[in-house]
């Protein structure tokens, strides 16, 4: 048996991402919330899926909110609501675009059975966190973005190391190292106390690590075909 | 500007952090009331405890064969669902097969990895089952017979005529 079949197809009308990698807290979470948030402002119609059992992208959309933390889905606005599927990724139709926050464990991440494969790395066990389901990744046939994350964490060296390592991999078609650096950033940690956008907290628009990290996520979106719509706050 | 503050931290915890895996069913309710999600035909992911799951399936299939009606076959996902996948399904002959039944009962940790594989094929437990013996079956025929020709050579050496060929099975 393959264990590839693609039964699930991928040329379902839903778009699926899935923010993925095999090690934990390289910005697996931060990523798949503003991607969502970006959504939202585009009015896509998008579902964030919380595979985590952490359940930190539901706080985290939902602003902690009580019922979303008993009820395990929360309805944010007409264009965002997120549900919490410890492990398993729900079947999801009639939405344009779902997002899975996935836990670091691979055989769930496969379940996801996404159109884009977002990698966020930082450092040598992130980049091994990468390496050691590469060739899995690869052979998914799904496009695969590789997001260097907390640039400058660490000093010069961890950076320059980890790039020279990422132009190391083998060239494959369906691989992808996102041009530029999501720096470490402030603002972004203070995203998270916020329970918001990086940009939408106080004095986040100025911050150039709030401005990579929405350029990424309107990447992300682009790359999946959406735009924003008329009438979205952009 | 008045400047907001974040949420406070609060000690209450995730509540659903130790719901089984998969959707509540609320989030299910959610889903399907927004049209996000078919009301459940299928088996949804990991609500129900799979042993459960497998007992009910087994007890209820036994009646109708011991009552001589025609047994109810359980429910394929919906044709116009496997449209787009037709071409990678095995092919299913119309024509009735001989069909043989019997009971076997998994370790709890590999019916739950056969549960797995059937939702994420959107199959049946035994169209999985099938599938795989089938594959390990075509995997060990072509291991024998890359075995068999080295064997049919040295035959054919010692006796001085044609070794005989793969066994056509």
């Known amino acids: 048996m393959t264990r590839y079949p693609a039964m699930k197809s991928l040329q379902s009308s839903v778009k699926r991402v899935a923010f993925f990698n095999h090690k934990g807290g390289c910005g697996k979470t931060t990523f798949t919330v503003h991607t969502a948030f970006v959504a939202e402002e585009w009015r896509v119609r998008t579902i964030l899926a919380c595979l985590d059992r952490q359940g930190n992208s539901m706080g985290w959309v939902s602003k ?3 019922a979303a933390k008993a009820d395990a889905f929360y309805e944010r606005s007409d264009y965002l609501s997120a549900v ?3 492990l398993v990724m729900p079947d999801i139709e009639n939405v344009d675009l779902v997002l899975a926050d996935c836990p670091p464990e691979f055989d769930i991440a496969l379940t996801v059975n996404p159109t884009l ?38 000093g010069p060296s961890v950076k320059r190391n980890l790039e020279e390592a990422l132009a190391k991999l083998p060239p494959a078609k369906n691989l992808t190292i996102y041009a530029e650096d999501i720096p470490d950033s402030d603002t972004i940690i203070r995203g998270e106390d916020y329970c918001d956008a990086a940009w939408a907290i106080p004095y986040g ?19 999946c075909g959406f735009a924003p719509q008329k009438g979205s706050k952009v | 500007m008045a400047r907001t503050k974040p949420p406070a931290y ?12 998969g959707l509540s069913p609320s989030a299910k309710k959610f889903l399907e009331d927004k049209g996000m999600s078919k009301p459940a035909t299928k088996t949804p ?10 007992a009910s399936n087994t007890s209820s299939k036994k009646p109708a064969a011991t009552s001589g009606s025609k047994p109810s076959r359980k429910k394929a996902p919906d044709v116009k669902d496997r449209g787009d996948i037709a071409g990678e399904l095995p092919r299913r002959s119309r024509k009735a097969r001989a069909l043989q039944a019997r009971h076997f009962r998994f370790p709890c940790e590999i019916d ?13 437990m035994v169209w999985v089952l099938s599938m795989l013996v089938q594959n390990e079956w075509v995997k060990t025929r072509r291991a024998l017979r890359e075995r068999q020709p080295a064997a049919g050579d040295e035959v054919s050496e010692a006796t001085g005529e044609p070794g005989p060929g793969p066994d056509p099975a």
């Open chain 2, 10 to 21: 609060d000690s209450e915890g995730f509540e659903a952090a130790h719901q089984p895996r």
């Open chain 1, 117 to 154: 494969w977002v990698v966020p790395v930082h450092g040598r066990q992130g980049f091994d966190g990468f390496t050691n389901v590469m060739e899995d990744l690869i052979r998914s046939r799904a496009e695969i973005l590789v997001v260097k994350n907390t640039v400058g964490r660490g």
């Open chain 1, 205 to 223: 628009k100025k911050s150039n690590g709030a401005a990579a990290l929405r350029k990424l996520c309107e990447h992300i979106l682009r790359r």
């Open chain 2, 112 to 124: 739950a990895k056969l549960q797995d594989l059937v939702e994420y094929h959107e199959g049946t």
């Open chain 2, 45 to 54: 992911g990991g609500s129900p405890p799979r042993a459960g799951k497998l």
């Open chain 1, 64 to 66: 902690g909110d009580k």
């Open chain 1, 84 to 86: 919490f599927s410890p």
